[in-house]
């Protein structure tokens, strides 16, 4: 059975950072494609960021260009988004995704339940 | 990046088909097959239905099926059923500065 299980969500300041971190099973981890996606509670999703199979390319919403980095350990079959400076508009649940195929593309085949991030003074 | 825009509502009948509309431009859908669907319920993660405008995930019923034409995906349901009753969004690629771009989401109700 294929699982995602984020955590590393937490309250932290404007301008704090923050370590996202997703641990995958029930699959082979370096096939696939992961991707983060985020949701402020009663808006719509926002994707954020992605990683194609092998760390080798990855991809950033303009919203957090310069300031997230995606990342993902194979050998561990954990995904990681590091958040620096992170801002108001940041507040929101974090969902891991699984990507149909090794390549980034749109297609989130699998989620995990999220982990909630708040910024807030 | 806009979003792309969903209405923000629909309903139907038991039984009934309803289609959800997702316009983009020619930057996004018009430009490539990469548009997906997605449904979530309240307080859960989202679930994928559609990918790759028309392409169904093993496990998720024939009832709903994908369409494009020109900078407008579509989702239809058919054959209506209570728990399809759910937030609904469209997902596609884009070759604007944010690569993957999300509707606003449509609220289905089944009457």
């Known amino acids: 059975e294929v699982q995602l299980a984020e955590s590393g969500g937490s309250v932290v300041r404007p301008g704090g950072s923050l370590r996202l971190s997703c641990v995958a099973s029930g699959f082979r981890f370096d096939d696939y494609a992961m991707a983060w996606v985020r949701q402020v509670p009663g808006k719509r999703l926002e994707w954020v960021s992605d990683v194609n199979w092998n760390g080798g390319s990855t991809g950033y919403a303009d919203s957090v260009k310069g300031r997230f980095t995606i990342s993902r350990d194979n050998a561990k079959s954990v995904l990681y988004l590091q958040m620096n400076n992170l801002r108001a508009e940041d507040t929101a649940r974090y969902f891991c995704a699984r990507v149909i195929g090794g390549s980034e593309l749109p297609n989130y085949e699998y989620w995990g339940q999220g982990t909630l991030v708040s910024v807030s003074s | 990046q806009s979003a792309l825009a969903q209405p923000a509502s629909v309903s139907g009948s038991p039984g009934q088909s309803i289609t959800i509309s997702c316009t983009g431009s020619?930057?996004?859908?018009?430009?490539?097959?990469?548009v997906s669907w997605y449904v979530q319920y309240a307080g859960k993660a989202p679930n994928l239905l559609i990918y790759e405008i028309n392409k169904r995930p093993s496990g998720v019923s024939s009832r709903f099926s994908g369409s494009k034409s020109g900078n407008t995906a579509s989702l239809t349901i058919s054959g209506l059923q209570a728990e399809d009753e759910a937030d609904y969004y469209c997902?596609?690629?884009?070759?604007?500065?944010?690569?993957?771009?999300f509707g606003g989401g449509t609220r289905l109700t089944v009457l």
């Open positions: 020619s930057s996004d859908i018009g430009a490539y097959n990469y």
């Open positions: 997902c596609s690629y884009s070759s604007g500065n944010t690569e993957k771009v």
